[in-house]
């Protein structure tokens, strides 16, 4: 018998299972040279597949991205962290907005300052801060007639002077606009400044109040990984006693019946004496039968 009538002899004597899975490789075997080929494409493309789930990527595709694991949900925390990192750039762009408006303002009143510091300005100033002193004076203050009417004078005389320092006038009303401007623009940097340093240790403490979330759920994930593994120990202990018991049970009881068939059954209650007895009758029985 030659080896290929052998080989079918030996595939027709395998078990249904194992005929159906050879059976196609003995198709493909008879097929023209390629056909063979188209078919064994699918193959290669199936273990480049499987090399690149196992993170192997095949040398045509070495520049594949990793997929991207799905963000997890931000806590309450983590979010009110992310409102205030977002308050306190707020207040830093308006802080950086608003100093180039304070180099402005100081530029102006630079530019204003030498215009009135000329030939009679110190007593033009004079002038102009006594006006503003009667001014207030006569509004807010109770003088007698013949007081208030002096007072009254007064300021007609000096704003009679000052009319011949009109620029003068102008100018100082101008660096006192511009200050009073940069007045309040320190003020609201000054508030920014303070809401900044509030909102900087507002952060802070935010940020440890997230790290220790972060640290908790951590050590609860550890915890919990470790108790998991344990358990998993325990389990695999326990089913391996279980199978043990089971294996020593099967093999007693084989070892019972087996040893059941060169055993005799006796009453326990016949006494050695007696089992002797019945012994010896048996083998006098047999003699006789013989």
Known sequence: MDEKKKAQIDVSQLPDGLKELIAPVEKVAALPAGKKEAIALPAASTSAAQMRRQGTDSPATPNTPAKQQPERPKTEKEIELDALIAKRQGIIDQLKSKNPLVLE???????????????????AIR??????????????????????????????????????????????????????ALHSLISEIKALEKELFETR??????????????????????????????????????????????????????????????????DDTVSMEEIVQIEKKEKKQKKEDD
């Open 105 to 123: 303002s100081r530029k102006k009143i630079s530019a204003i300052i030498p215009s009135i510091r000329g030939k009679g300005a110190p007593q």
């Open 127 to 180: 002038l102009i801060e006594e006006a503003e002193r009667l001014e207030f004076s006569i509004a807010t203050e109770a003088y007698t007639p013949a007081k208030e009417k002096e007072l009254i004078k007064r300021l007609r005389e000096i704003k009679h002077e000052l009319s011949k320092h009109k620029e003068l006038e102008a100018a100082q009303k101008a660096v006192d606009a511009e200050r009073s």
């Open 201 to 266: 240790a507002a952060c802070e403490a935010k940020y440890q109040e997230v790290l220790g979330e972060r640290k908790a759920n951590y050590e609860n994930r550890t915890n919990n990984r470790e108790e998991r593994f344990h358990q998993h120990e325990e389990q695999k202990h326990r089913q391996y006693e279980e199978l043990k018991q089971r294996v020593r049970q099967e093999r007693k009881k084989e070892y019972d019946e087996d040893m059941g068939k060169y055993m005799k059954d006796y």
